[in-house]
């Protein structure tokens, strides 16, 4: 079945020249060679092949046949086509022969023409003679008519005129539209000085309307027909207007009017002029409040007029009473920035804020019932933006600041005052000292964070933030008060009268504000004490406490100034006196409430303590032999005891004492052995970290039998152990002073050599 060498050559020419024949052959060949090889794969069906042959030929006949009948019903076709063609070129030869004669006889006739020029020119003039002819009486009529219009707007027959007007400026404009399509624009001058009184007639009918329109919401209570007429006017202009918009061939002059667009105008002027652009508003806050109920009285009442009345005077699609609702929003948005640029007091600024924020949207005003639902207030947007409100919370914020500064400067100086009364300060059911001043900075900080959050949360946390500032530069103004009190008190001690017992009322006021400041914050989740004003109350409270200390000290002083001496160790009354002082002191701080007691009897123990200590350092005395030594030690227990027991028995507990130095310096002093000092300093700088070594050399040379040996022992020991602070530590030798040891020999009393 294949094909040979000199098929293929034969084949070749068509195949360059269709070259998907060959490839459609190609297939047919191998899908027959498919077919036939699945068909005789086996013996038996070799008996069939006769029949398939029979049927394979009666098909490609069939087919044979099919061909030859469409190839010859397309051949048919082409010759009619080519026919066709034929005869539509002789037609066509046929009309050019046709046009050339046309066109010679054109040219021959090109001279008769010029005549009918003139023809066509004579028609054109006899047409518009026609149609001047038509409006001859109108034109002659034209100022009777003026007249008769002017009467009628003085007469306020407004839709008389108005149709009489329009009638006229229909004859003027068909007049100019036709000089336009003519081209005759040097004739329009003429036309328009001889209608030049449509524009002063235009102008008198406008200035009624507008009028009209300014006192629309009188009008639509009174007489509401000449309101509706005013709009019937400005609808047939609108109408007017899109119509020769339309058009677009000739817009005649004045055209288009837009009367609406300045009804739309004149109404918001009328409304902003009449209730915005009043004289000067008063800055200060009874002033304001009336102006604002005024604004919100009138606005609402002239709403109820647009709503129930206007709306039934004017088409729908005027929206008036949105436009109206939008108008008085925007003219009280541009107001308030008017009146916030005025230096207006604490009181007109809330006032300013409650009713942008509270009064405008509320059932009282903008959400009145009779409002409801046509006016949205949702709708308007904010009457003041983010940025203003914020900028006027800040200027609240600064009035109220400079308020609380005034307030809180009086209550200082009238604290200040009271310290130098002749008379105890007050106390309260539980015999504390106590003033005013806590519950009068505590109510007059808490009221102005009350009233801020009757306008918004912001405005409130601004002035929480305010009142914590301004509460510690009070702290800050305070101290200073105390300061210049210790002052005039060192000057004169029985100036103030009650020094201390004032001191003593003002950590009970300090004690009671730093309690009272959580209750300032909004939040009552978060009522944390900010770490700055916590430091403010610290810093308060340790200057009074350091002035009671410097006062207590002032009277141990002398005592101490005779420690340590002959006469002390053989015996005196020096520590009981001192204790005496304690204890009268003691008495006094009674009457703060515990914290401070404490705080107040342990600072005075480490003052008792230090100075105690500082007294022995002083280098006024050295032992002389045993039997001194031994009288020191003594001496140095009997006090220690005594100091310790009394402040065990005011209520400081003896883990909390400093005096338990003095025990431990004895225990120093009473060594028999000087060669163990080693040991025992070795102890007493391990428990005592902010001993320093002048410290520990005075204490060998009051003892007064220590050799250099041992002294430098002593010393290297401590080098080589040097002390390091732990952080609970309460340092008690680190502010003793050891005087300078002084200088063996000077030639002279002059400067050393």
């Keep these: ?42 013996p038996e069906k070799l008996e069939g092949l006769g029949q398939y042959r029979r049927r394979e030929t009666q098909r490609n006949s069939s087919i044979q046949s099919r061909l030859k009948s469409t190839i010859q019903s397309y051949l048919e076709g082409v010759s009619v086509g080519l026919e066709q063609l034929r005869s539509a070129t002789q037609e066509v030869q046929s009309v050019c022969q046709d046009l050339g004669a046309a066109q010679w006889a054109l040219l021959d006739s090109a001279d008769r023409f010029q005549g009918l020029q003139q023809m066509r020119a004579l028609m054109a003039e006899h047409v518009q003679l026609a149609s001047v002819v038509q409006v001859l009486p109108q034109l002659f009529s034209v100022h009777e008519v003026f007249s008769h219009t002017l009467q009628l707007l003085h007469g306020q027959h407004l839709l008389e005129a108005h149709a009489e007007l329009m009638m006229m400026e229909h004859l003027r404009d068909d007049i100019l539209s036709q000089l336009h399509l003519r081209g005759l624009s040097s004739a329009q001058a003429t036309v328009l000085s001889y209608f030049g009184g449509l524009q002063e007639l235009n102008e008198g009918l406008a200035k009624q309307l507008w009028d009209i329109v300014g006192n629309s919401l009188r009008l639509v209570r009174e007489d509401p027909v000449l309101f509706v007429t005013a709009v019937r006017i400005i609808e047939r202009e609108e109408k007017i207007d899109d119509t020769l918009l339309l058009e677009a061939t000739f817009l005649p002059p004045g055209r288009p009017k837009g009367w ?9 002027e009328t409304i902003t002029g009449a209730r915005f652009h009043a004289a000067h508003v008063d800055a200060e806050g009874p002033g304001l409040a009336r102006h604002l109920a005024a604004l919100q009285k009138d606005i609402v009442s002239e709403l109820r007029v647009v709503k129930d009345l206007m709306v039934q005077c004017v088409p729908a699609h005027y929206n008036i009473l949105s436009v109206c609702t939008a108008t008085y929003h925007q003219a009280l948005t541009s107001h308030l920035q008017d009146i916030l640029r005025e230096d207006l007091d604490k009181q007109a600024l809330f006032l300013l804020l409650e009713w942008v924020l509270r009064v405008y949207r509320s059932p009282e005003m903008m959400g009145h019932p009779d409002l409801l639902p046509e006016v949205d207030v949702s709708a308007l947007g904010p009457l003041m933006s983010p940025e203003l409100m914020d900028q006027t919370e800040r200027k609240y914020v600064v009035k109220v600041k400079a308020s609380v500064l005034e307030w809180m400067q009086r209550t200082l ?58 509460l510690e530069a009070f702290l800050g103004r305070l101290r200073e008060a105390l300061v210049q009190c210790g002052k005039e008190h060192q000057k004169d001690r029985t100036i103030p009268k009650y020094y201390v017992s004032y001191l003593l009322a003002t950590l009970n006021n ?34 009074a406490c350091q002035l009671l200390l410097e006062e207590l000290l002032l009277d141990l002083q002398p005592l101490c100034l005779q420690l340590p001496s002959r006469k002390w160790l053989s015996g005196s009354q020096l520590v009981s006196s001192m204790c005496e002082v304690i204890d009268k002191y003691a008495k006094d701080f009674s009457h703060v409430r515990k914290p401070i007691f404490t705080l107040l009897l342990a600072e005075s123990e480490l003052l008792v303590a230090s100075q105690y200590l500082r007294a022995l350092m002083q280098k006024k005395m050295v032992c002389k032999n045993k039997e001194e030594r031994g009288q020191l030690c003594n001496r140095l227990l009997q006090d220690a005891t005594q100091l310790q027991e009394l402040f065990c028995g005011l209520g400081l507990d003896q883990s909390q004492q400093s005096l338990e130095a003095v025990f431990a310096l004895r225990e120093l002093i009473c060594l028999k052995d000087p060669a163990l000092l080693s040991l025992e300093v070795l102890g007493f700088i391990t428990k005592y970290p902010d001993v320093s070594d002048e410290h520990i050399t005075t204490l060998l040379d009051l003892r007064g039998d220590v050799s250099k040996e041992v002294r430098h022992m002593v010393l290297e020991m401590m080098a080589q152990h040097p002390q390091v602070l732990p952080e609970s530590y309460r340092p008690i030798f680190n502010t003793i002073l050891v005087p300078a040891p002084e200088l063996p020999f000077c030639l002279r009393k002059g400067k050393c050599a």
């Design 1 to 42: 079945m294949g094909m040979s060498a000199e098929d293929e050559h034969a084949v070749s020419p068509r195949d360059e020249e269709w070259p998907e024949a060959e490839k459609a052959e190609k297939l047919a060949r191998g899908a027959a060679l498919k077919w036939a090889s699945g068909v005789f794969y086996c």
């Design 510 to 543: 300090n004690l009671a504000l730093s309690s009272s400041v959580s209750s300032l914050h909004p939040d009552t989740a978060r009522r944390e004490v900010p770490m700055s004003l916590q430091a403010a109350l610290d810093r308060t409270q340790k200057k």
């Design 413 to 470: 100086e009238v604290e200040f005052k009271e310290w130098f009364r002749e008379e105890e300060p007050e106390t309260d059911h539980q015999g504390f000292f106590q003033s005013a001043l806590p519950v009068i900075v505590m109510q007059m900080l808490n009221e102005n964070i009350q009233v801020a959050s009757l306008i918004t949360d912001s405005l409130q946390q601004k002035v929480y933030n305010m009142a914590l500032e301004e």
């Design 260 to 268: 609406r667009q300045k009804f739309y105008h004149v109404l918001r």
